[in-house]
């Protein structure tokens, strides 16, 4: 157990739906990252959040949006939802934002879109 | 940005061989490599990490290796074991950035 939780485990939608995705850090890390898995694209990173504001954005379609609250959890919000959304999506967090730090992964979400 | 390239896609070894999956990346101000397990439905976790100072890293059975020259790092483990069964994830960060970027994983099958 990473220490790093999210949920729901298992989501399923139609096209076109609205979902929210949470995380809660480790006690004590501050910066929380969000990555989409799909069988072709690998780990792909969406976007981090250091200590509330956001620190790096990746690969992350206009359609998505996150942030994260003054407890230090997250969410993940991806609106008018396409087939090809359907994947596992992570989140992970580390203490700091430096480049030097562990990053720990939270158990997933598995998102289908039918 | 950064680029990471793993090979091999696939590699399917004897319970007892040893194992060896190499990266490439392709900015040269990357210094932190970690490498992340993903066994069937579960997160990624962390296995084993190398930071540019230094060439080579060992913990028991794994081991990693980085070329700054060219460029790669590669993860190497012995005596494999059928649990050793996962895919593998190779990544690079940036100086001064704490997002990583992965390559695309290699599937490794232990044969007992």
């Known amino acids: 157990d990473s220490g790093v939780t999210q949920t729901p485990k298992h989501l399923i939608t139609a096209t076109g739906q609205r979902v929210t995705l949470r995380c809660s850090p480790r006690s004590g890390d501050l910066s929380v990252y969000w990555y989409q898995q799909s069988l072709d694209q690998g780990l792909q990173f969406l976007i981090q959040?250091?200590?509330?504001?956001?620190?790096a954005k990746g690969n992350i379609l206009e359609r998505f949006s996150a942030q994260q609250f003054p407890d230090l959890h997250s969410e993940l919000n991806l609106s008018s939802l396409e087939l090809g959304d359907s994947a596992l999506y992570f989140c992970?967090?580390?203490?700091?934002?430096?480049?030097?730090?562990?990053?720990?992964f939270g158990p997933g979400t598995r998102l289908l879109v039918l | 940005g950064e680029n990471v390239e793993q090979h091999p896609s696939t590699l399917s070894v004897q319970e007892g061989d040893s194992a060896v999956i190499k990266c490439t990346y392709s900015?040269?101000?990357?210094?932190?490599f970690p490498w992340y397990k993903q066994e069937l439905g579960k997160r990624p976790q962390l296995i084993i990490d190398i930071r540019s100072n230094v060439g080579e890293k060992k913990d028991q059975r794994i081991a990693v290796t980085l070329n700054k020259t060219a460029k790669h790092f590669s993860l190497h483990i012995t005596e494999t074991q059928p649990e050793d069964s996962a895919v593998y994830f190779c990544a690079a960060s940036i100086i001064g950035y704490s997002t990583l970027t992965f390559g695309k994983g290699t599937m490794l099958l232990v044969s007992p």
């Open positions: 900015d040269s101000a990357s210094n932190y």
């Open positions: 959040y250091y200590n509330g504001e956001e620190r």
């Open positions: 992970a967090s580390s203490v700091g934002s430096s480049g030097k730090e562990t990053q720990y």
